[in-house]
């Protein structure tokens, strides 16, 4: 998958697309897309990576509380919280 390094504006290959989409991870490995040869693999903080487009990846991809944003905690109710409740 082709990315494109913010901070450089240089292309960078990446093969390795399921570490790409686990926000538990912070860097991918991939390499420069530049001359004639491969360049050696390095590893590039996510959050430094969009699409070629200039798109920011997916939220979901670098973040792991990305679905913690916005939550309201639940209270339980008095009846949810007596002994032997287990929901309606």
């Not at 292309?11 to 004639?36: A, H, M, R, S």
Request: net charge negative.
């Amino acid at each position: 998958m082709l990315l494109k390094h913010m901070p450089t504006g240089h292309l960078i290959e990446t093969n390795d697309l399921t570490t790409l989409t686990n926000p538990c991870k912070d860097t991918v490995e991939g390499w420069f897309l530049w001359g004639e040869e491969t360049q050696d693999p390095e590893s590039f903080d996510k959050q430094s990576l969009s699409f070629p487009s200039g798109e920011q990846l997916p939220h979901c991809w670098w973040d792991i509380h990305y679905q913690e944003e916005g939550l309201i905690p639940h209270r339980p109710t008095a009846i949810e919280g007596t002994p032997g409740y287990y929901g309606a």
